[in-house]
């Protein structure tokens, strides 16, 4: 048993295994379950680093949870002590321990902050986000950009293919990387599936109960009645809260914790009294809030509450401060509650197994599904934790729930994308050498690499197989001139014809005659060669050895499939010269220098041609702060599909239209994103109107408004950065503060 203590926590095999590597001077990947301790391996580094006055920086995948690791650290080492630099905000920059999202750090590598220089380690907390299709090139940049001398520390929950994560970490950086990994849990999970008729019961019974009540119904109507959130609360209600409710979709988070609420109170006296105090203490005297705030204190007060990317940031952090204070009992939330931020809970609850992933309704992946039920299970707290998915038995057969396996993780495989910003960067900063060691070090080159490697020997191991199985057939086994296969298929053809007869002329013009007709033709062409007349101890041996030849056969077309279908070795280093070529075209470069555009647009990271084409256009001197204000926001805007805006003429689009259509010209369609709909509600805020006058001209969620400000104001701080211009510095300046004011400002750190 573990005899080393940190903090008097007696340490689990892998967290003293992870301390003892991280003593050792090592890189460390550490991948465990969700809830098991890694935050633990993160603190001590980061107390062993302050303590041996070394620099830290801890980046995180959302701003929420970079927030949270900013409080908890300002609380243990003091506010001097800790800075934060998200695209939001940026507090005590040269801070000895620094939490900021991987966007900032990658933006820091791949320009070379000098900041950087005395940093020894960097850590990555949910380093499996790297498989993230947005967002994973960010990930993949900050660890092969991250200087060589800066030790890493990766944390993530279970990855199927952990060591070859860890395998490719060791290949481009030339330092041995020590994997921890924890596959048991401290609270074992027990996993449930639900509905009204059968409780709660696995698998295999969901299935049993199903196909029985088909075989006993009496008539054909639907024998399963429906399964709503309501009946699964008040199973579990007495021994399984406090629960998360997942739920994907915002709205039905706040329907469905209204419709509880109507049938549910969990607190007492003393508890709403708590819960009052702290709406009045956030938001000020009742009459000033907003009704969704009304709304959500009505829900709090009883224990039931809603959480999703919609909501106010105010509304967020009273759910979630209320939520760890155990206040509440129910929590309807969409999945962005399971990165990250530690709220454990007795139990974990689906109201689906299927989710709209911005293109189609496709089922939870299993990292997924084992990524939001991780939250359940109190470690001192609770013996077990549950994992409870709704099912709707009136679907089983058409939409059959997916089972889950732990073994059966789905891989992290590279997301790496190539921006203009990416390659403007890595020409000022690395010769050609340098840039094609750096496609070379990506993870997908090395995904490539060792599939390729696999592929070719799996490959010549078949030829091999087949080579020998050769020898007990002859040539024409498995086409039809074999008798093996002709013989059969011409019974079947005879049959076939005999059944195209039987339909008669009026049937044999129809879709399935004229489908018969087409068969019969091109297994008539087949079957016109003669087969092969071969003895009877000839096809017995046949027989007996073509089954298993075929499939290596059919195994060895795979292969060579699955080889084709690689990408090509040098595909990135192509993408890249051909994106100079763009970059040379637009007048952002002169052969491998970079021209004055070329500099700006590579400290712009969002939309770096559209943005850096307007700074040096003539359109900011025509409109004044409030119209730039409301440009600047319609900038990577990307509506949601049943967002509406009130029609506001802002300012002229046609500049600005003309602009995106010749970056369009040269770089294609996807190389801009710029959605104008949104400038009325900028324009509108720009100018001083309330948040409920904002509220009146669009039906976005409170929290979307609110980021399209902040994202604007984020703009606004690359594009002062990016520019040397004195007087439009000061001018992008005004229009932060413009936007930057009640409702959209900061809340305290």
């Excluded at 003539?618 to 805007?637: E, G, P, R, T």
Aim: hydrophobic share 40%; aromatic share 10%.
């Amino acid at each position: 048993m573990s005899k080393r203590t940190y903090h008097h926590f007696t340490l689990d095999p892998f967290q003293e295994e992870a301390l003892d590597a991280i003593d050792a001077g090592k890189s460390v990947i550490v991948a465990a379950p969700t809830g098991t301790g890694k935050t633990l391996v993160a603190d001590y580094l980061i107390e062993k680093a302050m303590h041996e006055h070394l620099r830290v920086i801890y980046t995180a995948p959302i701003k929420a949870l970079s927030n949270q690791k900013y409080r908890d650290f300002k609380a243990q080492f003091g506010e001097e002590a800790v800075g934060i630099m998200t695209g939001d905000v940026v507090l005590n920059p040269t801070a000895p321990l620094l939490i900021m999202t991987t966007e900032v750090f990658r933006n820091q590598v791949i320009t070379e902050d000098p900041n950087l220089e005395f940093v020894s380690h960097i850590i990555f907390d949910e380093i499996h986000w790297l498989n993230d299709e947005e967002r994973g090139t960010v990930w993949e940049e900050s660890i092969i950009l991250a200087p060589a001398k800066m030790k890493l520390l990766g944390l993530s929950a279970t990855i199927a293919n952990a060591q070859h994560l860890v395998d490719w970490i060791k290949s481009i950086r030339h330092e041995d990387v020590a994997l921890i990994e924890e596959s048991k849990r401290v609270v074992p999970l027990e996993y449930y599936y639900y509905t009204k008729d059968t409780g709660l019961v696995d698998y295999d019974q969901l299935w049993h109960y199903y196909r029985q009540k088909l075989k006993d119904r009496i008539n054909d109507d639907n024998p399963f009645g429906p399964t709503t959130h309501l009946d699964l609360v008040r199973t579990i209600q007495r021994e399984h809260l406090p629960a998360l409710f997942f739920v994907f979709s915002r709205k039905q988070c706040a329907i469905k914790a209204m419709e509880l609420s109507t049938i549910a109170n969990y607190l007492n006296s003393p508890e709403r009294r708590i819960v009052e105090n702290k709406f009045l203490m956030l938001f000020g005297p009742e009459i000033d809030w907003s009704s969704s705030t009304r709304q959500l204190k009505r829900l709090c007060s009883k224990g039931i509450a809603y959480h999703h990317a919609g909501l106010l940031p105010s509304q967020k952090v009273v759910v979630e401060e209320l939520f760890l204070e155990r206040l509440i009992k129910v929590l309807y939330c969409t999945e962005t509650f399971s990165v990250g931020i530690n709220y454990p809970v007795k139990a974990v609850c689906f109201d689906s197994l299927s989710k709209y992933d911005g293109h189609n309704f496709r089922a939870l992946a299993n990292h997924e599904f084992f990524q939001m039920s991780g939250r359940a299970g109190r470690r001192g707290l609770d013996e077990k934790g549950y994992s409870f998915a709704v099912v709707d038995l009136a679907y089983m057969e058409k939409s059959p729930p997916p089972k889950f396996q732990l073994n059966r993780l789905e891989p992290l495989t590279s997301q790496f994308r190539l921006t203009y910003n990416t390659v403007l960067n890595l020409t000022a900063t690395l010769t050609q050498s340098q840039i094609e060691t750096y496609f070379q070090k990506s993870f997908a080159a090395y995904s490539y690499h060792l599939s390729s490697k696999q592929l070719h020997a799996e490959l010549a191991g078949i030829e091999q197989q087949l080579e020998g199985a050769q020898h007990h057939l002859c040539e024409a086994v498995g086409t039809f001139t074999c008798p093996l296969k002709h013989h059969p298929k011409r019974k079947e053809f005879e049959k076939l014809k005999k059944t195209y007869k039987a339909l008669g002329p009026r049937k044999q013009t129809r879709v399935y005659g004229r489908e018969m007709a087409r068969k019969i033709k091109a297994w008539d062409k087949l079957l016109s060669l003669t087969p092969k007349s071969c003895p009877s101890a000839r096809q017995d041996s046949c027989k007996e050895h073509s089954k298993s030849y075929l499939a290596i056969q059919q195994r060895s077309k795979e292969l060579q499939t699955a080889l084709a279908g690689l990408p090509e070795e040098n595909a990135f280093l192509l993408e890249f010269e051909y994106k100079k070529t763009h970059l040379r075209q637009l007048g952002y470069m002169r052969e491998d220098e970079l021209l004055p555009r070329g500099t700006c647009a590579s400290r712009i990271y969002v939309q770096e041609l559209l943005v850096t084409e307007l700074i040096y256009s003539d359109i900011f001197a025509q409109i004044d702060d409030d119209q730039l204000n409301a440009l600047l926001s319609s900038v990577d805007f990307e509506a949601r599909k049943n967002d509406v805006f009130q029609r506001a003429g802002v300012f002229d689009t046609a500049p600005v239209k003309e602009i995106c259509e010749y970056i369009q010209s040269i770089c294609g369609e996807d190389s801009v994103r710029y959605d104008p709909r949104v400038a009325g509600i900028t324009y509108a805020w720009s100018q001083g109107s309330t948040f409920v006058e904002i509220q009146s001209l669009c039906n976005l969620d409170e929290g979307d408004i609110i980021s399209v400000f902040r994202r604007t104001i984020d703009l606004l701080r690359q594009m002062r950065e990016a520019i040397s211009d004195s007087l439009l510095r000061t001018r992008l300046k005004a229009c932060m503060t413009k936007l930057d004011r009640d409702e959209a400002a900061i809340m305290e750190l």
